[in-house]
């Protein structure tokens, strides 16, 4: 099924094309994104209680509201969203590009903008049984802080990431366990003694082989040296799987850095006319590795589209404080 035609696809639904998704309409284009996981939001998905301080004028946020505030901030120029929808190929005729979508839906463009960051990222998960009793207490991503107050809290992996959702968890309660299969974790030392120094627990050498119900507490985890190990919650971190294999499939021949990242010798704008990349997935120099670098990207390409599809347009958007665009939903904002 053939979708309706579009100034401008965005592949990818995290900071990047979501930013993107609002600024185009700010320049009347219109706007169609395409999210491989069912929930908008890219990479901040995984740190949803971690604040975030490097966005300017915006006081330390946590994650989850960064996120909750872009989505709605994309939304407000109709834009069309398809989540749980993978980009599997583009196609182009007569200066038209054709994405086509995991479900066979074929979405038109006259431009493609890539968000792609670093490629479809997803948790690795646990492969052994789990009661049915305890699954909604196995996490992958940190959960809502409310539940972790004064619970005891189990973090299963070795690396950073593990140290980190750790040490966050301390902030709730005082009982925190990390249990890692190895026989040294393999986090930053400092982040392990700052974990230690504040009464985190540490089990090493021992694995994960099955979660039951607990009788005295919400789960129990069996573990491979046939001891056990009881707790409320249990925060995964594994690493994540990374899907990268979808520029390499596309017959358009990207010029890259280090063999995945869109190179462009001026930033957004890569070798492929018509084809615009913003967020981890640009490469240019000078780039700016902060969510902050990441807006910019992605209002830097709209306005490169903007001129791409129509030379005589200005080269960016009126600023939001003299721009009529935003005359009722200001006085919405002033009547509440």
Not at 39 to 56: A, H, Q, R, S, T
Not at 131 to 151: E, G, I, R, S, W
Not at 179 to 189: D, N, P, S, V
Request: aromatic share 10%; hydrophobic share 40%.
């Amino acid at each position: 099924m053939t979708q309706s035609m579009v100034d401008v696809v965005i592949i990818g639904g995290g900071p990047a094309g979501l930013y993107a998704a609002f600024y185009a309409g700010l320049r009347d284009l219109t706007v169609t994104v395409l999210e491989a996981q069912d929930e908008l939001g890219g990479k901040i998905n995984f740190y949803p209680e971690k604040f975030v301080w490097d966005v300017g004028a915006l006081p330390a946020t946590r994650g989850i509201d960064v996120r909750t505030n872009l989505i709605q901030q994309a939304q407000t120029f109709n834009a069309n969203f398809y989540t749980s929808s993978k980009a599997v190929e583009i196609t182009k005729e007569k200066n038209i590009f054709y994405v086509e979508d995991e479900h066979g839906r074929i979405h038109p463009g006259r431009t493609v903008l890539f968000a792609i960051g670093g490629g479809i990222i997803s948790p690795k998960k646990l492969t052994v049984p789990i009661d049915t009793a305890v699954q909604n207490h196995v996490y992958y991503a940190f959960p809502d802080y409310h539940l972790l107050k004064n619970t005891h809290i189990i973090v299963s992996g070795g690396g950073d990431g593990a140290v980190d959702y750790a040490n966050e968890c301390l902030k709730f309660t005082d009982t925190v366990t990390i249990i890692y299969r190895g026989e040294k974790l393999k986090a930053h030392e400092a982040s392990i003694t700052f974990f230690k120094n504040n009464g985190g627990k540490i089990i090493l050498s021992s694995d994960i082989r099955a979660i039951h119900k607990s009788p005295t507490q919400r789960m129990e985890l069996i573990l491979d040296n046939h001891t056990t190990l009881t707790g409320d919650h249990l925060l995964v971190q594994h690493g994540h799987n990374r899907d990268s294999s979808f520029l390499d499939k596309l017959a358009l021949e990207f010029n890259k850095e280090q063999d995945f990242y869109l190179a462009c010798d001026e930033p957004t704008i890569t070798n492929i006319p018509g084809c615009f990349a913003a967020g981890d997935i640009q490469f240019s120099k000078g780039k700016v590795y902060l969510l902050a670098g990441a807006f910019q990207e992605a209002a830097l390409s709209i306005n490169q589209i903007k001129r791409y599809l129509d030379p005589e347009s200005y080269e960016h958007g009126m600023v939001s404080s003299h721009n009529e665009k935003f005359d009722d939903l200001n006085q919405a904002l002033i009547n509440e």
